[in-house]
């Protein structure tokens, strides 16, 4: 296997997992049926690492056990906590988690392709598929949600630490806002 195989799947295995936990949580905070596709999603990331550990510990590659360590070293994931977030703004960030494991079963599977390996590319091009599916969903959910604004700046956290950092949010918002209509009243200055 290549070094480049070995290190992509123990990253997919500390991405899948990362997503499928913060998924899980972050599915359950904001409920509702972008909720539900983020547990789907979540569900269908856990399946995923499950047989992908089954996969690697075959080829003498135990990729689970440096992906425990690794995924908090590495992510994809905004540095703000959900909590900070609205509703609108969590779901597209956590879209990023996906869009990562999806391109990374898209890398490896080539990899696998490279290293003669026909059975974890399908492995791999069979995850891809069913994760496209999920990103697919809850790309269109969080596009959907601009038809809905008022949902959509809701605290994706109702709890009070929620609300205070939504608060927080809003102001630095309207302070961004007023900056940018006054640098828009700036004589000379071309739109």
């Given at each position: ?35 539900e ?12 690492v ?11 590659l ?50 696998a ?27 269109a ?51």
């Amino acid at each position: 296997m290549h070094a480049a195989a070995h290190r992509g799947l123990r990253e997919l295995h500390a991405s899948g997992r990362a997503m499928a936990r913060h998924w899980s949580a972050l599915g359950a905070r904001l409920g509702g049926p972008e909720g539900e596709l983020l547990r789907a999603g979540a569900a269908d990331a856990r399946a995923m690492v499950t047989e992908l550990a089954l996969a690697t510990a075959a080829r003498d590659l135990p990729a689970d056990l440096a992906a425990a360590s690794a995924g908090r070293l590495a992510s994809p994931r905004a540095p703000l906590p959900d909590r900070v977030l609205e509703r609108g703004q969590a779901l597209r960030l956590a879209l990023l988690e996906l869009q990562h494991v999806v391109t990374l079963l898209g890398y490896l599977r080539e990899l696998a392709g490279h290293d003669g390996d026909a059975e974890l590319r399908a492995l791999l091009a069979r995850w891809k598929q069913a994760l496209g599916h999920d990103e697919a969903s809850v790309r269109a959910a969080a596009i959907a949600l601009g038809a809905r604004p008022d949902e959509a700046i809701v605290p994706a956290d109702e709890s009070a630490v929620g609300r205070a950092g939504a608060r927080l949010g809003w102001a630095v918002g309207a302070v961004g806002e007023w900056v940018d209509r006054r640098a828009g009243h700036r004589p000379g200055r071309r739109p």
